[in-house]
């Protein structure tokens, strides 16, 4: 997961982002905080580099089992180890509502920098130290901790939903076919998920530059597609590096790359980006407020690409993004022309973006058919969710605690999870309930990745919050008709 909320910070303010910390929030009486301190510093503990999550796996197994959970290990291999804790037994057959988090980490690097072991769960009183804090360990414990205390705290015999935290193998490296694309494959209908509640947005300050103490939380609703493409080109041109021919492997597939990083991208604006704008430029108002709201409208789209080429998060918001991540020839001395040469390219669509029509695309662009383009990867194209009523209890558990707070829904740039659930037609909502500065951002997948004990603490809240708004308001039928409202 990449450095999901910062993007809506850069859109509307240039200024750094202050290092505010969210404001009090009370824990659920049953929750006690060391003992969630210590559940998550011993599950970073458990070293669970992608493809090895067993270990870090059976952990959280064990701890379910001392609790009055119900558990569920739906595979138990080192590199597929997915598991459940849920409210009522999933053969209940009750709708179920998912919060669901990985239990897979990135390699940590650069080791020399980090102040703390990344695999110490280090608390020095304030934060917890290492791989996995945040993305997404820590979320894991919030959404765990969050159902034990309701299970605790409430007469749970005849509830209408059914909650359950799901963890999952293999998210960092798209491999959800061992996490969690093998669980909806395997057990879709024992699972009967109606909504998923994943990792995505966070809460800002600074976001609004009329009204910078504002909170704003945004909910990811919907995402970009990855795809990931190789191009290889075989020449005959090869020889000696010092009498080079004019059409040899590298300078072709440079030629080529040339024509597709220097391409003019067009804006694409589509139902997640338009709403997310509108709400933001309603919570902003005043004139900055209008142009933000009606920033799709063709008068403004001179002033609109100017902006968007400044800020790299923006654009790959509003428009399909090529990065090229890796170019390499077969291994030989520097004085020799390599015969082929491969470049791989990260492809990042906004919904509503054909796969197969943007590798055409890239093939016209690459105007050479000497380059064979290959589908090395893609996620699923998943439509965006619905505001339904399990997104609107989730905005009302935000404010809950966060009374003065705005919650935007948002497109996430990048691809979690949440695709996949989407593709099977489950609303996903992504978000970690909490104030997250941009430190702590900037740690995920960088060296002292940490979590504070204020987002841990309203993570927990939050999510408590939502299970218990969630049930009363479907008990006693205060949902009503909530359903993608949207005034335009």
């Known amino acids: 997961m990449i450095r999901f909320f910062v993007l809506c910070v850069v859109l509307f303010s240039t200024s750094a982002l202050a290092q505010n910390k969210s404001d009090y929030v009370e824990l659920p009486p049953s929750v006690s905080l060391d003992q969630s301190i210590e559940l998550l510093s011993a599950y970073i503990q458990r070293e669970s580099v992608s493809g090895n999550e067993k270990e870090a796996g059976i952990f959280i197994e064990d701890y379910i089992l001392g609790t009055d959970l119900h558990l569920r290990v739906f595979s138990n291999f080192s590199d597929n180890y997915n ?13 179920n509502v998912i919060l669901q988090s990985h239990i897979d980490v990135v390699p940590a690097e650069d080791l020399d920098i980090w102040q703390h072991d990344p695999y110490s769960g280090y608390f020095d009183g304030e934060h917890i130290y290492g791989r996995g804090a945040l993305d997404a360990k820590g ?36 491999g959800s076919e061992k996490g969690a694309r093998f669980v909806m494959n395997n057990f879709k209908e024992e699972l009967n998920a109606v909504a998923v509640l994943g990792e995505g947005g966070a809460g800002y300050q600074n976001v609004l530059q009329n009204k910078p103490e504002k909170v704003v939380f945004g909910v990811s609703i919907a995402e970009k597609q990855s795809l990931w493409l190789q191009l290889k080109i075989v020449s005959n041109s090869a020889g000696h590096g010092a ?29 997640s980006t338009r709403r997310m704008f509108r709400r933001l430029g309603r919570a902003e108002g005043g004139i900055r407020g209008f142009f933000i709201r009606n920033i799709n409208w063709s008068i403004l789209a001179p002033f609109v690409r100017k902006q968007i080429e400044r800020e790299p998060f923006l654009s790959s918001l509003l428009t399909n993004t090529v990065t090229v991540t890796n170019i390499y020839n077969p291994p030989g001395p520097p004085n020799q022309i390599s015969t082929s040469a491969t470049a791989v390219l990260d492809c990042r669509l906004v919904p509503g973006t054909s796969s197969k029509s943007f590798i055409r695309y890239i093939e016209r662009k690459l105007d050479n058919d000497n ?30 605690s966060y009374p003065d707070a705005e919650t935007i829904p948002f497109l996430f740039p990048a ?13 996903s909502y992504g978000l970690i309930p909490a104030i997250v500065t941009e430190r702590d951002i900037n740690s995920i997948h960088s060296v ?11 993570g927990i809240t939050v999510y408590y919050n939502y299970i ?14 909530m359903d993608d409202e949207e005034e335009e």
Do not use: C, W
């Not at 009522?88 to 057959?93: D, F, H, I, T, W």
């Open 243 to 271: 009498a080079p021919s004019t059409d040899y492997a590298n300078i072709q597939l440079i030629n080529s790359l040339n024509n597709i990083t220097n391409r003019k991208a067009l804006l694409l604006f589509n139902t």
């Open 371 to 400: 380059i064979k383009v290959t589908v090395i990867s893609e996620s699923p194209e998943a439509p965006p969710s619905r505001l339904n009523k399990y997104y609107r209890a989730l905005e009302d558990a935000i404010a809950m």
């Open 83 to 95: 598991l459940a804790a849920s409210l009522y037994p999933l053969s209940s057959g009750k709708p």
């Open 448 to 458: 002292n990745e940490r979590i504070s004990l204020d987002v841990l603490q309203s």
């Open 415 to 427: 691809t979690s999870d949440n695709s996949l659930f989407r593709s099977y037609g489950i609303p």
């Open 139 to 174: 979320l894991g414990i919030m959404q765990l901790k969050a159902v034990e205390a309701f299970q605790h705290d409430y007469d749970t015999a005849e509830l209408p939903f059914n909650i359950t935290v799901l963890f999952v193998s293999s998210e960092e490296t798209g």
């Open 468 to 481: 218990k708004e969630l049930q009363l308001k479907e008990r006693f039928s205060l949902f009503g008709f």
